[in-house]
């Protein structure tokens, strides 16, 4: 068994890439993660699709409001400069490109980009929620992912099997093993754990691993 | 002009069979609890409206307000983004029992879709959803070189929506994100109705802070402290209550 | 010379058919007079363009706020539950069908409800601001006009020789002479001056009048 | 996070060349003429930026803001819906004299496709215009048994907006009928730049009153008391003064 980051130092990881001032949105789940791991100095806007812009952390328990919910139906509160607004004006934001990043959960990733993330097929009820919407949106598109399912097959795909959320959409991938980029339909390496080697990596992805420069040692603390 | 209505029962009065009803809300914040729960008092006693085709986020949690409408068997059709709650239970069991249709819209699609039918756009172009299932059968179309899926308007008979303030004209404000939907779909149904929690005189809303106008609303009636769903789904409450 | 009403008097005759609390948007010149003439006890709600909805007045001279202005940039004022709002809500309300009439000035009506009142052709500054958006948006389209036009040729036509604002959009016409309306793809004479014999009327409408029950007579008072 | 510019001159200090600018107002309702002098200044001491394409509801009137920019001959084309005016000659004598593109939209139509532009939708279906020469050469398509022109977002590279307050983040709210294009225009630049006359930390804007919020602000700098561009032309003002 090779040693793996926690889903929390997968999100750590992601949010050292976020800029000072960035526009987010944080997928439902795993992604919200990211929030905590803000470097210090810098300072994102978070965006929830269900209209707020700039709000903050969670309230102490018992002091919720459930007027003031995220996305995921989670209590959150407002900070100075938060702006309510409705849902057109909110997935305006989205659509319109005008978001920084969008950090999303993944079932499976493709070379090309294609991402699937919100039916694992026909059966039971599906939903979709806005994650059909950000893959389009947002100026980067990353993923947080273990780099395999539970039963050690690849999420990191040639061809997406599972339905899509949007097509070539996906733009760099945090894993449990990895930072991988997508660019010109391939995975490209950025970023191992230095107790894996290429070949093992390579072995639990289901596509080539192409290299385009040095591949830096993937390194996240305890958290 | 004065849209104040007496009483919940009269501002659901007119929600015939096989309507189309938009109710606003994402998950708890922003639904109008007490129209949807008069709207089931009516069905109860009358056997109407029923057959409706209800839009929403989402497709009820726990076993009130939409929830409940589903239980009741009022509800033909959802049209939503998210069925999934912290307990689906009610929606779950007659989809799979094919008691129920669902057409799924991508969250941002579904509020634009409603935007159009209230502005008089009966289709646009978005890039969501393009190459995936739920844009399977619909028109695409290329601009500057990328691809668009072809979306259609969507406008309905009624829409039941919870403001904060309104005034005699219909002028409403709303509460943090309890917003959401509302505005649009207030803009998108035949005939609006607003629960408000508070009624003020015309010139008792500042006219910069206007969310919805009263040109898209067509009622409006109090409701000084609405229930919350999410805490009477804390609180496992049923509507309407089960007595021995 | 056959006596017509002035322009104040075919305002005040589309004022009448406006009801209370009725949405309207009224273009800019001629048909803005419409507003004086509301029928006491009936308040209907002033919609115009550039975002204001429910506006009152023109303010007492000195008194402009030119922040707060119409679609014709005539000062107005606000009164208890004015309303403001961008662009595209207020053209939301127009296209979307929320207007329960609007009321604009025309240079040539055709039988079938085509309207010609933005340009007189070719020549000059072409200049068409809101009122393409206005014919399809209300659900009653009026026209105010003189019947004929300055040199004595009928302003109801058969067909529009000038470029048309909109197709089959007017669905009732208040001229000098007469009030007609738009009903499938004919002129029905509705209402005519005392004065006025029906040939005399018909020999200064460019297409043929129908009947459809009695025609009242026009009758405005000296306003 | 900042926003805020010490000056107009650094405001208007990135446009172009050739760029599209969106410049907010309705008549001199929600005219930005500090913005626009400053960029005027700027054109005067460097000859650039020129060749730009203007979009606004009109086309200037007298000789300050657009008509002014128009006077120096730094405008190639306007896209507007009513380029007429109490003094419309600087507009009307360039373009007679053939040297001012002019494309001509339907008011409503210009404010949708700008919001369009803003809102990710490349195209979108309108009533507006169909049938008239507005139209010509435009897609058409039926819906439910009307028919419909397809029209095509709009974009500019900067946008030059006047709010009344707005703060470090760029939350803004406007004055009344000066709010017009001016909350669409800051969705549809790559880069939007706001005069604002009060500016005041995050936190002085209550969130439910933000009318556009501040991911669509790029900039803002202060102009305490903004000349009104009707009062400029009611005095007969030119810009820049002619000095003897």
Same mark, same amino acid.
């Given at each position: 068994?090779?040693?793996?980051?926690?889903?929390?130092?997968?999100?750590?990881?992601?949010?050292?890439?976020?800029?000072?001032?960035?526009?987010?949105?944080?997928?439902?789940?795993?992604?919200?993660?990211?929030?905590?791991?803000?470097?210090?100095?810098?300072?994102?806007?978070?965006?929830?699709?269900?209209?707020?812009?700039?709000?903050?952390?969670?309230?102490?328990?018992?002091?919720?409001?459930?007027?003031?919910?995220?996305?995921?139906?989670?209590?959150?509160?407002?900070?100075?400069?938060?702006?309510?607004?409705?849902?057109?004006?909110?997935?305006?934001?989205?659509?319109?490109?005008?978001?920084?990043?969008?950090?999303? $959960?993944?079932?499976?990733?493709?070379?090309?980009?294609?991402?699937?993330?919100?039916?694992?097929?026909?059966? $039971?009820?599906?939903?979709?929620?806005?994650?059909?919407?950000?893959?389009? $949106?947002?100026?980067?598109?990353?993923?947080?992912?273990?780099?395999?399912?539970?039963?050690?097959?690849?999420?990191?795909?040639?061809?997406?099997?599972?339905?899509?959320?949007?097509?070539?959409?996906?733009?760099?991938?945090?894993?449990?093993?990895?930072?991988?980029?997508?660019?010109?339909?391939?995975?490209?390496?950025?970023?191992?754990?230095?107790?894996?080697?290429?070949?093992?990596?390579?072995?639990?992805?289901?596509?080539?691993?192409?290299?385009?420069?040095?591949?830096?040692?993937?390194?996240?603390?305890?958290? | 002009?004065?849209?104040?209505?007496?009483?919940?029962?009269?501002?659901?009065?007119?929600?015939?069979?096989?309507?189309?009803?938009?109710?606003?809300?994402?998950?708890?914040?922003?639904?109008?609890?007490?129209?949807?729960?008069?709207?089931?008092?009516?069905?109860?006693?009358?056997?109407?409206?029923?057959?409706?085709?209800?839009?929403?986020?989402?497709?009820?949690?726990?076993?009130?307000?939409?929830?409940?409408?589903?239980? *009741?068997?009022?509800?033909?059709?959802?049209?939503?983004?998210?069925?999934?709650?912290?307990?689906?239970?009610?929606?779950?069991?007659?989809?799979?029992?094919? *008691?129920?249709?669902?057409?799924?819209?991508?969250?941002?699609?579904?509020?634009?879709?409603?935007?159009?039918?209230?502005?008089?756009?009966?289709?646009?172009?978005?890039?969501?959803?393009?190459?995936?299932?739920?844009?399977?059968? +619909?028109?695409?179309? *290329?601009?500057?070189?990328?691809?668009?899926?072809?979306?259609?308007?969507? +406008?309905?008979?009624?829409?039941?929506? +919870?403001?904060?303030?309104?005034?005699?004209?219909?002028?409403?404000?709303?509460?943090?994100?309890?917003?959401?939907?509302?505005?649009?779909?207030?803009?998108?149904?035949?005939?609006?109705?607003? *629960?408000?929690?508070?009624?003020?005189?015309?010139?008792?809303?500042?006219?910069?802070?206007?969310?919805?106008?009263?040109?898209?609303?067509?009622?409006?009636?109090?409701?000084?402290?609405?229930?919350?769903?999410?805490?009477?789904?804390?609180?496992?409450?049923?509507?309407?209550?089960?007595?021995?």
């Amino acid at each position: 068994m090779t040693a793996k980051l926690s889903n929390a130092q997968i999100a750590w990881r992601a949010a050292q890439d976020i800029d000072d001032g960035a526009y987010v949105n944080l997928g439902i789940g795993f992604p919200e993660m990211v929030a905590r791991f803000q470097p210090e100095g810098r300072e994102a806007v978070f965006h929830t699709e269900n209209g707020i812009l700039g709000f903050g952390e969670a309230p102490q328990p018992g002091d919720e409001d459930w007027d003031l919910i995220n996305a995921g139906k989670k209590a959150v509160t407002i900070k100075p400069g938060t702006a309510f607004f409705h849902h057109a004006d909110s997935f305006a934001m989205v659509r319109g490109g005008h978001l920084d990043v969008a950090i999303l $959960g993944a079932y499976q990733v493709a070379q090309n980009g294609d991402l699937a993330n919100w039916s694992t097929g026909p059966k $039971g009820v599906p939903a979709v929620g806005g994650a059909m919407d950000l893959v389009h $949106g947002a100026k980067r598109v990353a993923v947080l992912t273990d780099h395999t399912t539970k039963d050690g097959k690849p999420k990191l795909v040639q061809h997406c099997t599972l339905p899509l959320t949007g097509v070539a959409c996906v733009t760099r991938i945090y894993t449990s093993l990895a930072v991988v980029d997508i660019q010109d339909g391939h995975f490209v390496l950025r970023e191992k754990l230095v107790s894996i080697s290429f070949d093992e990596l390579q072995s639990l992805t289901g596509a080539p691993l192409h290299l385009d420069g040095d591949v830096a040692d993937l390194i996240a603390p305890e958290v | 002009m004065d849209k104040r209505i007496a009483s919940l029962a009269e501002a659901v009065a007119d929600i015939t069979d096989n309507a189309t009803v938009m109710i606003g809300g994402f998950g708890g914040s922003g639904a109008p609890i007490e129209l949807i729960h008069a709207l089931i008092d009516r069905y109860l006693s009358t056997g109407s409206p029923g057959n409706l085709t209800v839009i929403n986020n989402n497709a009820g949690n726990g076993h009130v307000g939409i929830a409940a409408m589903i239980e *009741q068997g009022m509800v033909a059709k959802m049209i939503c983004s998210f069925p999934r709650s912290a307990d689906p239970r009610v929606f779950t069991e007659r989809y799979l029992a094919g *008691q129920i249709e669902l057409e799924l819209v991508p969250q941002g699609t579904l509020a634009e879709r409603i935007r159009a039918g209230g502005a008089g756009i009966p289709a646009f172009y978005t890039p969501t959803g393009f190459g995936t299932d739920l844009a399977a059968g +619909k028109p695409v179309a *290329q601009f500057d070189g990328r691809q668009y899926v072809q979306e259609r308007w969507l +406008k309905a008979d009624f829409a039941l929506i +919870k403001a904060e303030t309104g005034d005699h004209l219909g002028n409403l404000t709303y509460r943090m994100a309890a917003r959401n939907f509302a505005p649009l779909m207030a803009m998108a149904a035949a005939r609006t109705v607003a *629960q408000v929690s508070r009624i003020v005189a015309p010139g008792g809303i500042d006219p910069e802070a206007v969310v919805t106008a009263g040109i898209f609303v067509d009622g409006l009636v109090a409701v000084p402290t609405p229930a919350q769903e999410e805490v009477l789904n804390r609180a496992n409450v049923t509507y309407p209550e089960v007595t021995a």
